[in-house]
């Protein structure tokens, strides 16, 4: 199997503050990588797929980028909405795995 | 809108089973690959089976052979059947639509709510 380490495991940081997450996995994967935002008590939410291309309605400051096995996330300029889990995702191999996911806090 | 309502979760004792459903909304169904994707605290998000009418049936090695996944499309519903339950097999279980029709290489780009699944004596 395909196993995708994300680091940090958690960081805090203030609103404003721009963040990134890195998804590192274990054989590469292209650009099969997805990013997902899961709030406290709520399903996952997609948020970017094929490692860059941000979903309908998703807001400009989160990007992404990466090919092969290193891939991140950023998210410019935090707001107060943004601070969450955030999982990456391979779509590569079968079978898909996930990330263990990175949390997000408030400074 | 895209809905996907799972119901049939509940306790059940270890080797026994239990039945999940998937009713699915807003968008048309057979045009797209649905997944069952579970979560726990200890081991984060596990991606467990999937069906299209395109390509058929795929199962994580954790399940096949016990686990049996199903659709009926003139419902627009997607079911899972969970025999020989184990403890490890407790967890949140979710619905999730594929972004494409085929299983291979798929995103997840709407999720259900979850139904949970404990299994204890």
């Known amino acids: 199997d395909v196993h995708l380490t994300q680091s940090p495991s958690s960081l805090s940081a203030f609103v404003g503050d721009s963040v990134t997450i890195h998804c590192r996995a274990s054989?590469?994967?292209?650009?099969?990588l997805a990013w997902y935002q899961q709030k406290s008590g709520k399903a996952p939410e997609l948020l970017i797929s094929g490692a860059s291309s941000l979903q309908s309605g998703v807001p400009l400051r989160f990007s992404g980028g990466g090919y092969g096995t290193d891939f991140t996330l950023t998210i410019s300029g935090l707001q107060p909405e943004d601070f969450a889990t955030y999982y990456c995702q391979q779509g590569d191999f079968y079978p898909w795995t996930f990330g263990q996911g990175t949390r997000v806090e408030i400074k | 809108e895209v809905q996907l309502l799972e119901s049939g979760g509940g306790l059940v004792q270890p080797g026994g089973s239990l039945g999940l459903s998937c009713a699915a909304s807003g968008f048309t169904f057979s045009n797209f690959a649905m997944h069952w994707v579970r979560q726990t605290p200890g081991k984060g998000l596990e991606w467990v089976a999937a069906f299209s009418t395109h390509d058929g049936v795929y199962y994580s090695d954790s399940v096949r052979g016990r686990f049996i996944v199903s659709r009926d499309e003139s419902q627009s519903t997607f079911h899972l059947q969970m025999n020989r339950l184990r403890a490890e097999d407790t967890a949140l279980y979710y619905c999730?639509?594929?972004?494409?029709?085929?299983?291979?290489?798929?995103?997840?780009?709407?999720w259900g709510q979850g139904a949970v699944v404990a299994v204890s004596s």
């Open positions: 999730v639509k594929s972004t494409k029709k085929e299983v291979p290489r798929p995103y997840f780009d709407f």
């Open positions: 054989q590469a994967i292209g650009t099969y």
